[in-house]
């Protein structure tokens, strides 16, 4: 007897919904979402990239981690909230498969440990701006850098698989 | 000339069977064609934001191409690298998909648009004078490559 509390028939309630039976039954609603998520996917990846290089003195080292911060995180921010938002209604419209997909679990935790470690790095590393000039930077600023490369490809990594996953 | 025998050909390489055989190279080299594509349109964005007079102005565009220009290059050369390993999957799927000759030609457009005309604009280092022909380059540069990545999302979604 299924627990009717559980998120297994929540999701199954979801992907019932109006909306998720407009998007899966459209002719062109899901590729257009796929697109606006990998579209800005690009933008995102490759604008974090570019610091977490310029962290692990890898590129860029004439300028200033805050410019490319300044210059960037708008662009970071923005394409985020795209693929939050385009990655939300993909999840509405398959809530069984996604729920039950281990690379789409893997892709989540994943998410959130990319999040502390901007959180952390935000907390700790910003606010020093004493080697915000310099080439080469403290050991747990490339650190920073370095997690983040690893965990955001590994977050792509994962969002691919989860296509093979059923 | 059909190319057809030389298509078989690239499909029967062992290298195209050991893809085939696999159940993750797929998908793992599917992951590496977007991390090439992100730091391609990331680092290109950077250039062209500036020649737009978007974002900081302490440096040129001509140093912060200066600064990208082998992470653009690496990008480009791991999508076309894991672009083909993809292709030899099913090389005769690609020969009657709809969408991909368009995207070899957009590809074949950009690339030689971004290493000769938007090249010598963003070289030129001029920041004021020239407004116009720099925001030409960066716009018809952001259209290129947003045009690749069109076309290459249209092979994906669509099986024809």
Redesign the interface.
């Known amino acids: 007897m299924a627990d009717p509390m559980s998120i297994l028939n929540f999701c199954h309630w979801l992907e019932r919904t109006h909306g998720a039976v407009a998007i899966r039954e459209s002719m062109w609603m899901f590729?257009a979402l796929?697109?606006i998520h990998?579209?800005s996917?690009?933008?995102?990846?490759?604008?974090?990239?570019?610091l977490d290089?310029r962290l692990l003195g890898r590129?860029?080292?004439?300028?200033p981690v805050s410019?490319l911060v300044?210059?960037?995180l708008p662009?970071t921010r923005a394409s985020f909230a795209l693929m939050a938002l385009s990655g939300a209604l993909l999840i509405w419209s398959e809530a069984v498969k996604c729920y039950t997909s281990t690379s789409f679990r893997i892709k989540m935790v994943l998410i959130l440990l990319a999040g502390v470690n901007i959180l952390v790095f935000h907390r700790t590393c910003r606010t020093a701006a004493s080697w915000d000039q310099g080439a080469v930077l403290p050991a747990r600023a490339k650190f920073a850098g370095f997690l983040s490369l690893l965990l955001w490809?590994g977050v792509?990594?994962a969002g691919?698989?989860i296509?093979?996953d059923y | 000339m059909s190319s057809l025998p030389l298509l078989e050909w690239f499909r029967d390489t062992p290298l195209a069977q050991t893809i085939r055989n696999s159940?993750w190279l797929?998908?793992?080299i599917?992951?590496a064609h977007?991390?090439g594509?992100?730091?391609?349109?990331?680092?290109i964005?950077?250039v062209d934001?500036r020649l737009l007079g978007l974002?900081?102005r302490?440096?040129t565009a001509s140093?912060?191409a200066g600064?990208?220009t082998?992470?653009t290059a690496g990008g480009l050369v791991l999508a076309i690298i894991t672009g083909v390993l993809l292709l030899s999957y099913d090389p005769l799927k690609f020969y009657a998909n709809h969408a991909f000759p368009y995207k070899v030609a957009l590809l074949v457009t950009a690339v030689a648009f971004h290493y000769t005309a938007h090249r010598k604009v963003t070289l030129s280092n001029a920041s004021g004078i020239k407004l116009v022909r720099n925001r030409l380059a960066a716009g018809v540069s952001l259209a290129l490559w947003?045009g690749v990545?069109?076309a290459g999302?249209a092979i994906s979604?669509n099986p024809f």
């Open positions: 590729g796929i697109s990998v579209l996917l690009g933008v995102f990846f490759g604008t974090v990239a570019m290089l590129g860029m080292r004439n300028t410019d300044n210059r960037f662009w490809t792509l990594a691919r698989a296509g093979y | 159940s797929l998908p793992a599917e992951s977007l991390v594509y992100g730091l391609l349109i990331g680092t964005l950077a934001l974002g900081v302490r440096q140093q912060i600064e990208l082998p992470w947003l990545a069109l999302l979604l």
